[in-house]
């Protein structure tokens, strides 16, 4: 098979979460127990850093990762879901894996896959632990895809774990309070395991005091730390404040240890997340005169700093290219949307993709008002064109339409 064919086959003879929903969800790691004794335990291979948490997960790892990257090691980097090539999920040195590593690792193990009827998230993960391990990274930052517990990821035994905070998403999966949610959350402590928690909440701080007294785990809370020096990312977005703690945190767990990291390498690796790891999607300008920004933000934690954050931005009219997937708590996050603004409603092209239409009809209950579009590629084209030089552009609501505009 080719590179396309590949990944195809991936996508649609195994469920994955991201575009078909709940019929990907395994309820247990017996999968990727299996697969992992199939492969050799490559996880045992190479050093790591684990990352859970309902935001920042994504930004965190890849900061994690740039620092480490400025500090000499080879850093491996596993991520989800991605934007635009599968192969994104998959980094060392931020770059991607080979095309020629994707065919191989599946046409020598498909026969296992099909037998043991794995889901696309068991195999990726599988795939980024052969891969580190074959190309023998000194460590690897391993962002966990959901929840933490039953997550495919949670094979791994970590330096160190960092949980970056917990709002209300997957609730369907992970529970409906807050605390529930930090227990799924929490299942990533392991045993003797420092974990770092980048934001102190009161009603989830028990849940991960509890469990990592359980575990004999050292806890930090990444607040409650002396206030660094004044530490700044190329990472746009005001919400990489929180962030940048837990981060410092890590790192500052990791020398304890005995890796080699100095103040220098925190602040460039800080500095230099995107040319470093190539992350994309979070506060993403892609032009001026109209102003153009994307970000991943899809619930409403997420969204009210990136909301915030617009209100700071100086424009004439905000058009709002909008779509999401059809398991959206809408009743939740259409609250929080701006009503001063246009809104260009579009299905993103995945199975879970909500109908235009329904959201229009859910979104005018909120006062949020626009017009319905065959696809995101046509809303972004409308956008560009009805606004002026002065106006802003926001584009997001899913990382799916954000992945079809970048």
């Given at each position: 098979?080719?590179?396309?064919?590949?990944?195809?086959?991936?996508?649609?003879q195994?469920?994955?979460?991201?575009?078909?929903?709940?019929?990907?969800?395994?309820?247990?790691?017996?999968?990727?127990?299996?697969?992992?004794?199939?492969?050799?335990?490559?996880?045992?291979?190479?050093k790591s850093?684990?990352?859970?948490?309902t935001?920042?997960?994504g930004s965190?790892?890849?900061?994690i990762?740039?620092?480490?990257?400025?500090?000499?090691?080879?850093?491996?980097?596993?991520?989800?879901?991605?934007?635009?090539?599968?192969?994104?999920?998959?980094?060392?040195?931020?770059s991607?894996?080979?095309?020629?590593?994707?065919?191989?690792?599946?046409?020598?193990?498909?026969?296992?896959f099909?037998?043991?009827?794995l889901?696309?998230f068991?195999?990726?993960?599988?795939?980024?632990?052969?891969?580190?391990?074959?190309?023998?990274?000194d460590?690897?930052?391993?962002e966990?895809?959901?929840g933490?517990?039953?997550?495919s990821?949670?094979?791994?035994?970590?330096?160190?774990?960092?949980i970056?905070?917990?709002?209300?998403?997957h609730?369907?999966?992970?529970?409906t309070?807050?605390?529930?949610?930090?227990?799924?959350?929490?299942?990533?402590?392991?045993?003797n395991?420092p974990?770092?928690?980048?934001?102190?909440?009161?009603?989830?701080?028990e849940?991960?005091?509890?469990?990592?007294?359980?575990?004999?785990?050292?806890?930090v809370?990444?607040?409650?730390?002396?206030?660094?020096?004044?530490?700044?990312t190329?990472?746009?977005?005001?919400?990489?404040?929180k962030?940048?703690?837990?981060v410092?945190a890590?790192?500052?767990?990791?020398?304890?240890?005995g890796?080699?990291?100095?103040?220098?390498?925190?602040?460039?690796?800080?500095?230099?997340?995107?040319?470093?790891?190539?992350?994309?999607?979070?506060?993403?300008?892609?032009?001026?005169?109209?102003?153009?920004?994307?970000?991943?933000?899809?619930?409403?934690?997420?969204?009210?700093?990136?909301?915030?954050?617009l209100?700071?931005?100086?424009?004439?009219?905000?058009?709002?290219?909008?779509?999401?997937?059809?398991?959206k708590?809408?009743?939740?996050?259409?609250?929080?949307?701006?009503?001063?603004?246009?809104?260009?409603f579009c299905?993103?092209?995945?199975?879970?993709?909500?109908?235009?239409?329904?959201?229009?009809?859910?979104s005018i209950e909120?006062?949020?008002l626009?017009?319905v579009f065959?696809?995101?590629?046509?809303?972004?084209?409308?956008?560009?064109?009805?606004?002026?030089?002065?106006?802003?552009?926001?584009?997001?609501?899913?990382?799916?339409?954000?992945?079809e505009?970048?």
């Amino acid at each position: 098979m080719t590179y396309q064919q590949t990944v195809e086959w991936m996508f649609q003879q195994l469920p994955m979460y991201q575009r078909v929903g709940s019929s990907a969800f395994k309820k247990d790691l017996s999968n990727t127990l299996k697969l992992a004794a199939h492969l050799g335990f490559p996880e045992r291979d190479f050093k790591s850093v684990h990352v859970a948490g309902t935001n920042g997960k994504g930004s965190s790892s890849h900061m994690i990762a740039s620092v480490l990257q400025e500090a000499g090691y080879n850093v491996g980097l596993y991520t989800s879901p991605h934007l635009k090539d599968y192969r994104e999920r998959i980094r060392i040195n931020g770059s991607y894996i080979s095309e020629e590593a994707v065919i191989d690792f599946i046409q020598n193990n498909k026969t296992f896959f099909e037998a043991e009827n794995l889901s696309f998230f068991e195999m990726s993960v599988g795939m980024a632990f052969w891969y580190f391990a074959k190309e023998k990274v000194d460590i690897a930052v391993v962002e966990v895809g959901m929840g933490g517990r039953l997550d495919s990821t949670n094979i791994i035994i970590p330096e160190v774990s960092l949980i970056t905070n917990i709002g209300k998403d997957h609730t369907q999966f992970l529970g409906t309070t807050l605390p529930e949610i930090a227990g799924e959350k929490a299942g990533i402590i392991k045993e003797n395991v420092p974990v770092i928690i980048s934001e102190k909440h009161p009603e989830t701080q028990e849940v991960f005091i509890k469990t990592a007294e359980e575990r004999y785990a050292a806890i930090v809370f990444a607040e409650e730390l002396e206030a660094p020096v004044h530490l700044s990312t190329d990472l746009l977005g005001s919400y990489q404040e929180k962030n940048i703690k837990g981060v410092r945190a890590v790192i500052r767990q990791l020398i304890s240890q005995g890796w080699k990291i100095s103040e220098e390498h925190l602040r460039e690796g800080l500095k230099n997340v995107r040319k470093n790891t190539n992350l994309r999607g979070r506060w993403d300008i892609l032009q001026e005169f109209p102003k153009v920004i994307c970000d991943t933000a899809h619930n409403s934690d997420g969204l009210k700093y990136v909301f915030n954050q617009l209100e700071d931005e100086t424009f004439e009219h905000l058009h709002f290219v909008f779509g999401v997937v059809n398991d959206k708590d809408l009743d939740e996050v259409l609250p929080i949307f701006p009503k001063r603004a246009t809104y260009y409603f579009c299905k993103p092209d995945v199975p879970r993709g909500l109908e235009a239409e329904k959201l229009m009809a859910k979104s005018i209950e909120f006062g949020l008002l626009g017009k319905v579009f065959n696809s995101v590629g046509e809303a972004y084209a409308a956008a560009i064109k009805a606004a002026g030089t002065k106006d802003l552009i926001f584009c997001g609501g899913s990382n799916f339409t954000v992945a079809e505009i970048i």
